[in-house]
């Protein structure tokens, strides 16, 4: 069972906004960066969002971070149905185990 | 730009152990952090540890009293050892590099697949 907390699943018709939450303590997302990563259906993760809010070159910026205390959020902004994947959140941990932990994954569908 | 390749044997008996490789092209594996992470099919990510180029290792304490990483300097390569496997160790494997020190991880291999079956 992770650490970090997000929903199951998160749905939307194309052109909205979703957003998924990551949910953890002050011993990791309340002490340091979050990421985020992109998991296209049979396809490795790929890195979506690094250090909170940051994207990496090619990422467009439909794709959003932002961190508040012990939680972060993944917005997508106008959903496209190549956005269909699985996002998983990911931070370092303080405490002892284990110190980089992902986030319980959310699905995206795109109605 | 640095590519991530993993290799493994597809398919390991219970009890035996795993070896992975993960070879490093277009960079040096030297002056980075690389990160196995697994992922049993329909589940979800986990981190099994990390290694610097210098041969420093973290694991994950759910694992650390049967697994291994090595670095390969002459061949650009990482290794996995894994041992005592169970049917839960069923799962892709990917290694992958970190951005930095305590960063996330911005190069990813396309996973090898391990069955873990008699």
């Known amino acids: 069972q992770s650490v970090l907390t997000q929903p199951p699943s998160v749905s939307g018709p194309p052109g909205q906004r979703v957003t998924i939450s990551c949910s953890g303590s002050?011993?990791?997302?309340?002490?340091?960066?979050v990421y985020w990563y992109q998991q296209l259906p049979g396809t490795a993760p790929k890195l979506l969002i690094f250090?909170?809010?940051q994207r990496p070159s090619g990422i467009p910026d439909r794709f959003s971070g932002s961190k508040s205390g012990s939680s972060a959020s993944l917005a997508i902004s106008g959903l496209r149905s190549e956005d269909e994947a699985d996002y998983y959140c990911?931070?370092?941990?303080?405490?002892?185990?284990?110190?980089?932990?992902f986030g319980t994954g959310t699905k995206v569908t795109v109605l | 730009q640095v590519q991530l390749q993993e290799s493994g044997p597809g398919l390991v008996k219970p009890s035996e152990t795993l070896s992975l490789r993960c070879s490093v092209s277009?960079?040096?594996?030297?002056?980075?952090?690389w990160s196995w992470v697994r992922q049993p099919a329909g589940k979800g990510l986990e981190w099994l540890g990390r290694?610097?180029?210098?041969?420093?290792?973290e694991y994950n304490p759910s694992l650390e009293s049967r697994v291994t990483m090595s670095v390969d300097m002459s061949n650009n390569q990482l290794s996995l050892k894994l041992w005592s496997l169970t049917a839960a160790d069923t799962a892709m494997y990917y290694c992958?590099?970190?951005?930095?020190?305590?960063?996330?991880?911005?190069?990813w291999g396309r996973g090898t697949t391990v069955t873990v079956s008699s």
């Open positions: 992958a590099r970190h951005m930095g020190r305590n960063d996330g991880l911005d190069v």
């Open positions: 290694i610097y180029g210098n041969g420093y290792t």
């Open positions: 002050t011993s990791n997302i309340g002490s340091t960066y």
């Open positions: 990911a931070t370092w941990d303080d405490s002892l185990s284990p110190p980089y932990v």
């Open positions: 250090r909170d809010d």
């Open positions: 277009g960079g040096s594996i030297s002056s980075f952090y």
